[in-house]
């Protein structure tokens, strides 16, 4: 949409597989995690390239969420415990699978500086790091998938998953509590408001 939602145009491509997230780095630029790896646009979609990965096993994972914190730096999670990092505006991705686990499948960043932020997803797995990937603080455990997290404040982090609904996380440690008077529906996506004030809203089941 160019008018602010009140029409929109198909922007689909079949390469694209399914779409999951779609991020605005800077500018024009909009990034695009699928089930088939990682695309930028800087045309409103009516072109699409796709992201340059270095990894360890030389293949290019399904994506779920993208993040820049700056221009220049940006973090992706996908499937089989893969997180990526970009430091020069996403030309060249590097694979930072150096504690993940790969039965992991990592469906969400949250980073509000270079080199502090959050990974989530299966089996209510938390990849914390505070040096921009080379180390990470790993906390696991549950049948439960975080589906989505946003840092707010200082060092905390709002989580959403399939199962305990809203939890509040402080990154020094793995305690959580729930913020929804124990209700636990099902949250799917988090998004916040432009401003200071810290508003946010989710979406979810009922």
Known sequence: TADGGQTWTSRSQPSLGDVRKLRLSSGPTVWAA???G???TVNG???WQRAQIINSSGTVGPAFDVQFATAQVGYAAGENGNIWKTTN?????TDLLTVAQTRFSLRAVSFTSPDSGQVVGAENARYLTTDGGRNWNVMSGGSGLYRDVLRYGQGHYLLVSDKEGFSDNPASGISTRTVDDDLHWPIYALASFAGADGRMVAVGEK
Do not use: C, H, Y
């Open 45 to 47: 979609g009516q072109n």
């Open 38 to 40: 990682l695309f930028k």
């Open 34 to 36: 699928t089930s088939v």
């Open 89 to 93: 505006g996403g030309q060249i991705w």
